[in-house]
């Protein structure tokens, strides 16, 4: 089994900055050591979407076209825990976010390659 823990979500004006921190643990993470963390986000009647994605061993990256540029996801092996720094927010970016983790090597955007999710943090985006 595999825990993830998200936090960092909260209230920020459009243009403002904040910061979400997912932290993995569990018996069985060692497991997912060449896979990747990912973020995606759900927004209210809406699909879970991809967002960004890192690869633990080699730091690749990806991002959706949506948040290029604004958003920076990263990585601290030691503390088995995954960052996403999210600047320039707009309305559009308030949804819950998630983090997952999946046994992919290298890095993926698809939805379905992920095996254990977070329960979310809300982040919303007042205009």
């Known amino acids: 089994q595999v825990q993830l823990v998200e936090s960092g979500g909260g209230l920020v004006q459009a243009g403002g900055s904040l910061r979400l921190s997912c932290a993995a643990s569990?018996?069985?993470?060692?497991?997912?050591?060449?896979?990747?963390m990912g973020w995606f986000r759900q927004a209210p009647g809406k699909e879970r979407e991809f967002v960004a994605t890192i690869s633990w061993s080699l730091g690749s990256t990806r991002y959706a076209d949506s948040v290029e540029g604004r958003f920076t996801i990263s990585r601290d092996n030691a503390k088995n825990t995954v960052y996403l720094q999210m600047n320039s927010l707009k309305p559009e970016d308030t949804a819950i976010y998630y983090c997952a983790t999946s046994g992919v090597v290298g890095i993926s955007p698809y939805r379905h390659e992920y095996d254990y999710w977070g329960q979310g943090t809300q982040v919303t985006v007042s205009s």
């Open positions: 569990g018996r069985t993470f060692s497991s997912y050591a060449m896979g990747c």
